[in-house]
T-cell receptor, first 116, second 113 residues
């Protein structure tokens, strides 16, 4: 079974703090993703990575950065947290195309971040 | 600009009846479509998918229908069970190489006993 773990289930931070959200997958997946989930907006892609040290912006990258130093670990960084970054953050991983059903991603349980 | 839309935020269905969840997309070039299911306090899990070369794909109680001319897909659950109560997201693959997805807003399905 694929396992994607996220470092915290709940996190409370103050405005202006630097925040690190960690994600680890144990299935040697090439691709990793960070989303945020907000009511009425669904899941929106922040950043993704298709290989170690390779990253690309998703649909809403502003205010975020990422780091992927090792294949199994993908970190999301909020350089200076703001209240509009209060959200549920979900990490996912997937195999490259040709190795399974196209588009299947495996998600972690999520981190509920509150910025006050 | 919403590429994938689920216009019903919620749906309530009686146990044993059919649940039909709908999804519309804007780009006729999309080739792969998926449905994910999400329970509270858990991440989404893959449910069923369909490629643009088909108009129907079935897996047990779950069937996905694709109407390419209308740019519309739907998920049918028959018969609906209480354990099906969850939020359902449709998604399209926008970049096959990176397995990149765009998700709809989600529909909260409640199955009433």
């Amino acid at each position: 079974d694929v396992k994607v773990t996220q470092s915290s289930r709940y996190l409370v931070k103050r405005t202006g703090e630097k925040v690190f959200l960690e994600c680890v997958q144990d299935m040697d997946h090439e691709n990793m993703f960070w989303y945020r989930q907000d009511p009425g907006l669904g899941l929106r892609l922040i950043y993704f990575s298709y290989d170690v040290k390779m990253k690309e912006k998703g649909d809403i990258p502003e205010g975020y950065s990422v780091s992927r130093e090792k294949k199994e670990r993908f970190s999301l960084i909020l350089e200076s947290a703001s209240t509009n970054q209060t959200s549920m953050y979900l990490c996912a991983s997937s195999l490259p195309p040709g190795t399974g059903v196209i588009g299947v991603q495996y998600f972690g349980p999520g981190t509920r971040l509150t910025v006050t | 600009d919403q590429q994938v839309k689920q216009n019903s935020p919620s749906l309530s269905v009686q146990e044993g009846r059919i649940s039909i969840l709908n999804c519309d997309y804007t780009n006729s070039m999309f080739d792969y479509f998926l449905w994910y299911k999400k329970y509270p306090a858990e991440g989404p899990t893959f449910l069923i998918s369909i490629s643009s070369i088909k108009d129907k794909n079935e897996d047990g109680r779950f069937t996905v229908f694709l109407n390419k001319s209308a740019k519309h897909l739907s998920l049918h659950i028959v018969p609906s069970q209480p354990g099906d109560s969850a939020v359902y997201f449709c998604a399209v693959v926008t970049h096959q190489g990176a397995q990149k997805l765009v998700f709809g807003q989600g529909t909260r399905l409640t199955i009433n006993p």
